[in-house]
Each structure stands twice: as C-alpha cells, then as structure tokens.
C-alpha cells in the first residue's frame, strides 16, 4: 500500500540523491524497467550496457521492449568506458545504461558528454552504489534517472524486496508514480498499460530507520577497504583501481582479481573466510541471453574479469581482528 511513510522515506531519498523526485517501486529490476518504458524509447532500440552486472540490469531492458548491447568493460575497474561504448554505438542506439558496479562512480562528466554529443539517453543502474558522489553530486543525479535496489544485501538494505527510481524531471517521475499503480492517475481511471510496483508502508518505515546509518556504514565500508589497499601485499592478487576521490567509492563489494581465483577462493574457505564472485558469467554467456542480447565487438576483458575476480568480505559490521585475518589470509596464499 501506498501511504505517508513512503511518501516521507522518498523525500528523504530525494534529497539525499540531490534531485527534485523519487519514486518508490517494488523492486530494483522494476526501477530500471519503470525508467526505460517512462522515457518512451522507440521499441527496439538498442541500450548499451555491461556484461558485468546482475540479469536484473539486461531484463528490465529486455521487458521495456527493447535491444540490450554489450559494450566491453575497463580491466581495471570493471566498468563500461566511453571508447567501449563508442565502438558499438549504431544508428538505433537510443540510450546507455551505466551500472556503478561495486559501487563506483566514475567519469560522469565525460559520460554526460558523450551521450549529448550522440543524443542518448543517460540510465544510471545504483542499486549498488547508494550515495556514492563524484565531484560532490551523488550516484542518480547525472542520468535522466537512477535505479536504485533496498535488497536486504545492499548497502541500504530492508526486509524484503523494494527499490527507487531517483529524477530531475517531472514527467518521468509523474509516469513512473502512474505506472507503478497499475497506470491510473485516479481510482479506477487506467490512462496506461501500468504495473503493480508499489513500495509498502512496513518496507518503508523500516528503511527510514535503517537510512540513519546508511552514511556511516558506508565510511565504514570505505575504512576496510583502506586497509586492504594499504595492507595486501602479494603478487598473485591484484588490486582494482583505486576511486579517484574517496567518496567516489561505497564499497558494495571489494573485488580483487587473481590468475587462480578458484584456489584463492578454496584458500580462503579453509581458513573460514567467506567470499563470492560478481560475477562468474557474463551476460552474453548465459543461456537466456546468448543470441539475445547484441554482441557486435570483443568481450575479452568482460570474460577474463568473470574468470578472475573474487570479492572478499568487506561490510560495516568488521572488526580489527576480522579485517586482519583476511589480510593474513590472502597475504600468504601461493597457488
Ligand atoms: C541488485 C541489483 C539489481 C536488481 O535489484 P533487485 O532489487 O534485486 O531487483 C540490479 N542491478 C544491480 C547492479 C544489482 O546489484
């Protein structure tokens, strides 16, 4: 049910982001999905996004009735660049999709421009990247609209499933807000082919309540992740780029990248160290989207980052010692 708690939880969402509108839904997928059909894109049209990220980012553009592309990602940071994009741009190309995947966000400026220069629509898939900022404007603010994710696992996380759609424009929030009712506007009078995405009172107050340590957590997060760039000092493990500001970074995840990513993981495992890989198979290798999704340029850095990345514990409620026995434990791994 739609009510106050909601309304309050998406002003406090909105302001946070540091945009006008914010619009409560049922989910994450249903975030991006709500984004892609709101901006009427022609169906059909191609959304270039990254292999690299959860099926939620390619199904939601699959269920607004249009084309995903695979753009290659950087080695180093696992993110789609503006010269992958570039290369797999084609005349139905109608929008990109970025994903801040482990909750980076990067070169939004040149993101900005490059979408100007060839009239695209700019997505921003956050659902991992809560109030990451670069040059002090927040993850969901630069695109036409962000998609954010409150699983229980993400860094604001409710008890169940529930997401946001943040926006400077007033149209698209209106439609959403339309669309996610079952597209009436007043009871009972259904302007558009609608969904039931509605974000519920309980989920929402418990949000609100969580909200208060979502920044702390994540400078936690951040502090961890400080240590293990300071502190990991072996060869076989490589290090992602480092954000090129601090709050550029939320740590979702700290990933590493290693030649024997399966030994590592083992190692791990036995020394009692859980760890899980984002993600093992890229999205144009999986069976539901091979020969859907457009593949129209090498994948290569794609494929070798799902065949090396591991992430390794990282979340506010660590400890010293806990940090430290990582930190030993990937220290003195040899394959
Ligand atoms: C979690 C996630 C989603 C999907 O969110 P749901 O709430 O599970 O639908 C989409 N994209 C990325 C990058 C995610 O991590």
Known sequence: MLGPELEAFEREWARLVGVPHAI?????????????????LEKGSEVITSPVTAAATVLAILRAGLVPVMADVDPGTGLLTPR????????????????????????????????????????EDCAQSHLAEENGR?????GLTGSFSFYPTKNLGGIGDSGMVTTQSPEIAENIRL????????RYIHEEIGLNSRLDEIQAAYLRLKLKSLESGNSKRRSVAQRYFNELDNPEIILLSPPS???????????????????????????????????????????????????????????????????????????????????????????
Request: charged share 20%.
């Open 138 to 142: 927040s993850a969901g603010s630069f």
């Open 179 to 186: 669309l996610r009712n079952y597209g009436q506007r007043n």
């Open 245 to 335: 500001q601090r709050r550029a970074h939320v740590y979702h995840q700290f990933v590493v990248r290693a030649k024997n990513r399966d030994k590592l993981a083992k190692h791990l495992e036995r020394c009692g160290i859980p760890s899980l890989i984002h993600y093992p198979t890229p999205i144009h290798r999986q069976p539901a989207f091979s020969g859907i999704v457009g593949v129209k340029d090498s994948l290569v850095h794609s494929e070798a980052f799902s065949e090396s990345v591991l992430s390794i514990p990282c979340h506010p409620g660590m400890v010293a010692s806990e940090i430290e026995t990582v930190l030993n434990a990937l220290n003195e791994f040899r394959s």
């Open 84 to 123: 992958t994009v570039e290369r797999v741009l084609s005349n139905k190309t109608t929008a990109v999709l970025l994903v801040h995947l482990y909750g980076q966000v990067r070169g939004m400026e040149e993101w900005i421009q490059l979408c100007q220069a060839h009239q695209l629509q700019l997505f």
């Open 24 to 40: 409560g839904v049922a989910n994450g997928m249903d975030a991006l999905s709500l984004s892609l059909m709101s901006s009427k």
